[in-house]
């Protein structure tokens, strides 16, 4: 498993105390560690395997290095010792519920937490409070990333053994909540609570497609005379994936190990020796289509321009008029943000903004460079854009974008327009580090034919409607020669205008010195 825990080929006997062994009590805590693993409870195991599930300490064993697990709390013990015996208490509640610790994984440093779904439905004790504050408080000052297993049921009323009247002053979440260290939720099964609040608090949440995610769990829907409610009805991903909640939602647990360890992986810096011309950069020559009206899905754009087989598309069913990414541009980790003309024409709307803003707060956090595809009208306006709440979440995305202090490069694609093109390069073309745009690609204040409309309107209604569309053509077309990218790099509104195949080899060139 990983856990450095003797390998013991059957059960030890309790009792089973030898008169050759060299140290008093060694036995008696090899029998205790064997309690705390999963050979130490088969049925229970068993019965969650059938469901298709795996166990806590199976899913830690697949994500760290093996032997690297440096185990925290092993044999703490729900503090109901007021109504249960101890022995029990040792058998039915191993490590109080949570497993946590330190490890490596692919030779990265980093903590695993865990709560335990076989140890009374992965609820929160209050000794696994005090071992989650005290894993929390250690892996803070080892400046680790952390990977944390959340499903659970949230708090446990049944810890009669802790005095206390509302437990608000438990510092887990707190705590939790100030890391400045990458943090990374995965969700499987029902999570609730507590354990929601945690997995919500995180960086990103990984989910399977059977997680049930709620700020609270049937019992306590009831408790408040809300209705009764099964837990498959609350938070599930139908609902948490298109609403944001969730990052990524991946197949099973073992695929949610592997995109952790495909995330983790993009923490340890640039890969050396990474191939910029690997043959696919040609494919952006044709990557957009002939008619600049027409919509076309960007991912296919930022599969070519990243390194093959890197891209973690985040938040895909949310906001997908934009499309967000980790990836790795010419072995250098990347958070990519791209407009997406499949969806709203690329316009920038109030869920938009938001999903803006927060990638670009991660990438802050995570200390990732940041390449922008711009594609876009601009924001989404009129009285039902405005009814959302747009004006605050376009502001938080542009003070996002203004705020980076990692490289940023911005790659005009086709449409630059107005405030949103802005927002899309950190609130300025000249805000990038460098920002570049494609041969066929127009910037402006606004859409063209708009912006013509708007500044010739006294004009225009003093002619008949055939005139006044005529008019309208011929103006948007000079118009449009004028908003070339040529034209905006001879006004020197941006930096260089290049041919698609060079996009690669620009962004490598620019992050890397910088």
């Not at 892996?139 to 959340?150: I, K, W």
Request: proline share 6%; net charge negative; with cysteine.
């Amino acid at each position: 498993m990983g856990d450095r825990q003797p390998c013991a080929t059957k059960e030890p006997a309790i009792n089973d105390h030898h008169s050759d062994n060299p140290v008093e009590g060694t036995d008696e805590v090899i029998v205790r560690r064997f309690l705390t693993t999963d050979a130490a409870r088969p049925e229970k195991v068993d019965a969650w395997h059938a469901k298709g599930r795996r166990t806590a300490r199976e899913n830690i064993a697949d994500l760290v290095d093996a032997g690297s697990f440096v185990e925290y709390g092993r044999f703490v013990t729900p503090a109901q010792e007021g109504k249960r015996e101890v022995a029990d208490l040792v058998l039915d509640g191993p490590a109080d519920g949570i497993i946590g610790g330190t490890a490596t994984v692919d030779g990265t440093p980093c903590a695993v937490f865990s709560y335990d779904y076989l140890v009374m439905a992965g609820t929160q004790g209050m000794r696994g409070h005090r071992k989650s504050d005290r894993l929390i408080e250690i892996v803070t000052r080892m400046d680790l990333p952390t990977v944390f297993f959340t499903e659970g049921g949230g708090g446990r009323p049944g810890d009669v053994d802790w005095p206390l009247v509302s437990a608000l002053d438990v510092g887990s979440f707190a705590l939790w909540g100030a890391m400045t260290t990458p943090r990374i939720a995965v969700v499987s099964g029902r999570c609730f609570a507590g354990n929601a609040v945690l997995a919500g608090s995180a960086d990103l949440r990984i989910a399977t497609p059977e997680a049930n995610l709620g700020m609270a769990g049937p019992a306590m829907i009831a408790g408040g005379g809300l209705g009764e409610f099964a837990p498959e009805q609350i938070g599930p991903v139908a609902d948490q994936e298109p609403n944001g909640v969730l990052d990524v939602v991946v197949d099973d647990e073992e695929d949610a190990v592997t995109v952790v360890k495909e995330i983790l992986g993009l923490l340890d810096g640039p890969i050396a020796g990474t191939s910029i011309d690997d043959g696919r950069q040609l494919d952006l020559r044709d990557a957009l289509p002939a008619n600049d009206r027409e919509a076309f899905d960007v991912r296919p754009v930022v599969e070519t321009i990243a390194d093959e087989d890197t891209v973690i598309w985040l938040r895909s069913a949310f906001a997908p008029e934009l499309v967000t990414a980790l990836a790795r541009v010419g072995g250098i980790p990347v958070g990519v943000i791209a407009n997406q003309s499949t969806a709203e024409a690329g316009a920038i709307t109030h869920a938009a903004s938001t999903k803006a803003a927060d990638f670009l707060e991660l990438c802050e956090r995570w200390r990732l460079p940041v390449v922008s595809l711009v594609d876009t009208p601009g924001f989404m306006v009129g009285p039902d854009a405005e009814r959302t709440g747009l004006v605050r979440e376009a502001s938080r995305m542009v003070n996002a974008g203004a705020r980076l202090t990692t490289p940023l490069v911005g790659i005009v694609l086709r449409r630059g327009y107005g405030l949103g093109a802005q927002a899309m390069l950190g609130g300025s073309t000249h805000r990038p580090l460098m920002t570049a745009a494609w041969p066929d690609a127009h910037l402006g204040p606004m859409g063209l034919e708009g912006a013509v409309r708007l500044g010739m309107a006294k004009e225009l209604a003093a002619m008949d409607a055939d005139r006044r569309e005529t008019v309208v053509a011929q103006a948007t077309v000079a118009m449009r020669e004028h908003a070339k990218a040529l034209n905006a790099a001879r006004y020197f509104e941006i930096d260089d205008v290049i041919d698609p195949i060079e996009t690669r080899a620009l962004i490598v060139a620019t992050i890397g010195r910088a």
